[in-house]
């Protein structure tokens, strides 16, 4: 005789897993854009902003080959250098883009408006709380600081060349989960604001919130996206949102100010079995 059994979490959120850049600190994420672009000047190739964000939210030398890969790019390189890039200029690259990517985030790490209230609410709600970034992490000891010296500290933080591979792949999730003894994967909520950071997220069996406007799909500072008129910022909203729906985002949000009550309502779908 068999049984037919279907395990169910029906428990409240254990814990939120935040990506870094665009997501809990610079608004518009452009610390990343601003080294890549300045990385790839000093060789002689002008990037686009487009092509830049291309890729955003993965490892920072996968990153170096997917720009590389690009056919555009990789004409003007050839152009640039007489020759294509190999693993050894990929190698050259990434080493200058360290530190030029860790001076730039230094100078980008202020919390987005409302991150500070929700890491309270969710202490508040003895939700566990850990953040993960494409970032190495021979690039993130400045922001850590100052994030802290606002007042947020994660429990748990993994860079992406802290496990094998970076996302979209969950490895830096898991390593979270296992760091906050997450007994569920069903409990956990990653919030992210790339295509890959939510494919993380889905990959690992997590609930995925995306945040369109504070983050890369959107890719303007604080007082840009105030600039601009309604009209204009709901064309983009729209635009930005739609992306991060087709990528297989449970929710999207402006920016995490909107979290506490995405999570109230996961709670609401978990209580009644409803699995991410």
């Not at 760091?179 to 790339?194: G, R, S």
Request: glycine letters at 8%; one cysteine or more; a negative charge.
């Amino acid at each position: 005789m068999s049984y037919s059994y279907t395990r169910r979490y029906t428990g409240p959120v254990s814990a939120v897993v935040f990506d870094w850049a665009g997501t809990m600190i610079d608004f518009g994420s452009l610390a990343p854009v601003m080294a890549f672009t300045r990385l790839f000047a000093d060789n002689g190739v002008t990037l686009s902003e487009a092509e830049v964000r291309g890729p955003m939210g993965v490892e920072k030398r996968q990153h170096i080959e997917q720009l590389l890969a690009m056919p555009r790019v990789a004409e003007a390189w050839q152009v640039a250098q007489g020759s294509p890039a190999g693993e050894a200029e990929i190698d050259r690259l990434y080493a200058d883009f360290i530190p030029l990517q860790t001076a730039v985030i230094a100078e980008r790490s202020e919390l987005i408006p409302g991150a500070a209230a929700t890491v309270a609410f969710l202490q508040d709600n003895e939700i566990r709380v850990g953040a993960n970034t494409g970032y190495a992490r021979d690039m993130t000891g400045e922001m850590i600081k100052r994030a802290a010296e606002q007042g947020y500290q994660p429990g748990s933080c993994v860079c992406a060349t802290d496990v094998p591979r970076g996302r979209p792949y969950p490895h830096m999730l898991w390593q979270n989960l296992l760091e906050l003894e997450v007994e569920a994967v069903q409990a956990v909520v990653k919030v992210d604001d790339t295509v890959a950071g939510i494919e993380e997220g889905l990959n690992a069996g997590c609930w995925t919130v995306a945040v369109a406007v504070s983050g890369n799909e959107v890719g303007l500072d604080l007082p840009e996206w105030q600039a601009l008129s309604e009209d204009e910022q709901e064309i983009k909203r729209n635009l930005a949102s739609a992306r991060l729906q087709r990528a297989g985002a449970h929710y999207v949000i402006d920016s995490v100010a909107e979290l506490p009550a995405v999570i109230d309502d996961i709670e609401v779908r978990l209580s009644e079995g409803e699995q991410p």
